[in-house]
């Protein structure tokens, strides 16, 4: 797998302008040199309708079987910034500020982060985190989780202009049993979330309607025969016309896309994911006129993609 690692980052005072990195169909360039990205200065940090870059490979979206998307969310394609402000930065809040776009979009990589960011990662968590994070057997599946949730509580806390060890996280009910471990949500309306790591990546997406995001690491071969039923008609038809070779992208891409719809709902899982037809092609195929699926543009060797609903 090529690797992406973002430049080491100094620490900065905690209303500096962000400084990241995009990724696109190349690889990662500097934020502000994709096409149509404002200068870092000016740019509002992570707005998926300023990062917008598909690579030349990649047919433009057909109208014949989606409605036109809104004029400021990006298709097919969304990178997602690698621009972090925690568990490297101090938990300070500058706002609340508003959503910069329908859509905001985050990456990072677990390997990225020194034990000085994992350390300062755990104290960011609550008791119930930090008790979740424990139960893990593995140092990198813990680690995973750690930055994963001290991240979203970076990126939420200027968004309220609450602490990020202070917000006011909770679970939603089950939508399986009713019992509160569902999806993590906040207590306070006005800002949806979505969250997913996978291996050494993070991906987190914040929109002011419901949202869900999926990354995951390319399926094995064994995986994409035992999931056949958890696949449209449509889509199992679909990877059967093509070489035993592409099967494994293509079923990857077809996964994330139903995740990311599914949490978007609230449902998860609960609901049969073999339900909604997603397309297995390069281009996603939204499964309602109510939601916007897109692809997320993240490093080789994974597949990821968002799912947010029209307001």
Known sequence: MSEVRPAPVPARPANAPPTGRVTTGAGVVPAGAAAGVVPPTTRPRAGAGDLLTRPTDVPPPAPANDLPPPASLPGPLCPALLDLPGPRYAPYPVGPRPLRGPLELYLTEVGAQDDRSLLRAQELLDAEERARARAFRRARDRDAYVIAHATLRALLSPLLGVPADELPLMREPCAGCGKPHGRPALRTSGVHFSLSHSGDLVLVALAGAPVGVDVEGVATVEAVRGAQCALHAAEVAELALLPARDRQAAFTRTWVRKEAYLKGLGTGL?????????????????????????????????AAAVALRRE
């Open 270 to 302: 609960v609901r049969d994911p073999a339900l909604d037809h997603v397309g297995t092609g390069p281009r996603p195929v939204s499964p309602s006129p109510e939601w916007v699926l897109r692809d997320v543009l993240v490093p080789a060797g994974y």
